[in-house]
């Protein structure tokens, strides 16, 4: 007897040669191993999103190797929801690949109301995973973030609920985000004293916003943490979408609080030649803005936001061509100084 079904989704079968293809890096001296380009779900995920969508990106994305899926607790909108929709698609579709994927999630924002559901009290930490656990239907996550330093808790209370969730099982491997040097260096000191496996720093990075260079870079380099880097494409200005100006609906011309027009206009210049220069490598400007970032040795993965999964393969080809000549750097170096 057949199924009436005619959603036109068929049960997901990973591509047999999705090991192939990617690039893998080492974490820190950790034994962890990421791909070079790994898949995070602040957007396009939430309850406002199509989760097909969603979930198609998501296939891709192992499909093509990407063995790490990076969230947060309050990744959505709403709160909550990428993890919850994450779930969903988890159970459909990779329970049976859990060991081969590095699954990721974060607190440190505001979650709920009241003094419990921000920064980086112990009593926040641990509850706000024990939520994201059940959200996404999971006993473990990979790797726990602290995802922002705590003006008024001490650093020893933060860190040592990262290593008391280690400790229970909830968490392979703990790192932080948005810490400057000198907290990831006192960081690394608690958790190095607890030995906790400190692995991961996730940093904003891109060529318009290099400040993990003025020392985070070294300081994760002399206690072997990887760097993990984010808005890689500053927001859409590295890629093409603005080359000829602000288009109707873009971002930008949306006035949104992490992009707008002014910020653009001032780029413009910057942007026109780096995509000058990406065209004589035979790369988009994306993707040369992606290999940019990973020829720190510092950096393990980069890690992008898709809208769809043609968006995800022309990321991927970044991994194509990650060579730059000394004259190519010196170009780069000119035009973004």
Request: glycine share 8%; charged share 20%.
């Amino acid at each position: 007897m057949n199924i009436n079904d005619k959603s036109g989704v068929e049960r997901y079968a990973a591509n047999s040669d999705r090991y192939n293809s990617m690039t893998y890096n080492r974490t820190g001296k950790s034994g962890i191993l990421l791909p070079a380009m790994s898949i995070g779900l602040w957007h396009n995920f939430g309850f406002v999103d199509p989760i097909q969508n969603g979930r198609d990106i998501l296939r891709t994305a192992f499909d093509l190797g990407i063995t790490h899926f990076d969230l947060a607790n309050n990744y959505g909108p709403p709160y909550g929801s990428a993890e919850e929709n994450f779930g969903i698609i988890f159970k459909k579709d990779f329970a049976n690949y859990r060991d081969e994927l590095f699954i990721a999630t974060k607190a440190g924002f505001d979650m709920w109301p009241g003094p419990y559901g921000n920064w980086g009290s112990k009593k926040y930490l641990v509850a706000s995973l024990d939520q994201s656990l059940q959200r996404m239907g999971l006993d473990y996550v990979d790797i726990f973030y602290h995802h922002r330093p705590d003006p008024d808790t001490p650093l020893e209370e933060t860190m040592g609920a990262l290593a008391d969730i280690v400790r229970q099982g909830k968490a392979l491997y703990v790192g932080i985000s948005n810490y400057q040097p000198k907290e990831t260096q006192q960081a690394a000191e608690i958790l190095k004293a607890l030995k906790v496996p400190f692995i991961l720093h996730q940093a904003r990075y891109s060529m318009f916003d290099r400040w993990v260079e003025d020392g985070l870079l070294d300081t994760l380099s002399e206690n072997g943490v990887g760097c993990i880097a984010f808005s890689p494409l500053a927001q859409g200005m590295l890629t093409d979408k603005y080359v000829n100006g602000i288009p109707e609906g873009s971002r930008a011309s949306k006035s949104l609080s992490y992009l707008n027009s002014d910020t653009v206009s001032n780029n413009l210049s910057r942007i026109q030649s780096l995509n000058n220069l990406a065209l004589e490598r035979g790369q988009k400007l994306s993707q040369m803005a992606i290999a940019w970032i990973l020829r720190q040795p510092q950096v393990a993965s980069v890690l992008v936001g898709a809208s769809s999964s043609n968006q995800l393969k022309e990321n991927v080809k970044a991994l194509d061509n990650l060579e730059f000549s000394s004259e190519e750097l010196k170009v780069i170096e000119d035009i973004i100084t």
